[in-house]
């Protein structure tokens, strides 16, 4: 198991900055397996301001894209080190399942792990658990992007 990592350790990975980055800590981190992450859900997030006033849930939207943050930094983690830190892309998102609202208050679990892993490409899937019930489950797949993908995207 690598280390568990906190906000610094994710920021390293992921390119997310507040206020898109959705998860808070690596709470296990198997390189090539699986990971579980850690984010809390405060009344705070710019979000519940217009979803919805006086019924404050968390967006599914958001829900899933926690869930990929979190799967990117565990496909980051299982790439050989000289491709860590390219870019990573969704390819896909499948079987999404809404099952429960997540609200302020909420600590989101995110616990996703690999089915399957080439070169450049792997699919996961994972669930999103509130007090060990699951708000959402997905699989999904993403694609590290090369050197030249991100040169162009510092211009």
């Known amino acids: 198991m690598a280390e568990p990592g906190d906000i610094q350790k994710i920021l390293s990975y992921l390119p997310h900055r507040y206020p898109f980055i959705l998860v808070d800590r690596i709470l296990e981190l198997h390189p090539g397996d699986r990971i579980q992450a850690l984010k809390n859900v405060t009344i705070n997030e710019p979000f519940f301001q217009g979803h919805f ?6 967006p599914g939207v958001l829900i899933v ?6 799967g990117g930094v565990l ?4 790439l050989p080190p000289e491709k860590r830190g390219l870019p990573v892309y969704f390819m896909s998102i499948d079987k999404v399942r809404f099952r429960k609202p997540v609200v302020p208050g909420d600590q989101l679990i995110l ?13 996961m899937e994972g669930v999103a658990l509130v007090d060990g019930a699951k708000a959402a489950e997905a699989q999904f797949m993403a ?5 030249a993908s991100e040169t162009e995207a510092d211009q």
């Open 75 to 78: 496909f980051m983690e299982s």
């Open 65 to 70: 894209e926690a869930m990929g943050q979190a």
């Open 143 to 147: 694609t590290i992007g090369d050197e």
């Open 53 to 58: 006033p006086g019924l404050p849930i968390m």
């Open 111 to 123: 616990d996703l792990h690999i089915i399957k892993s080439r070169a450049k490409a792997v699919k």
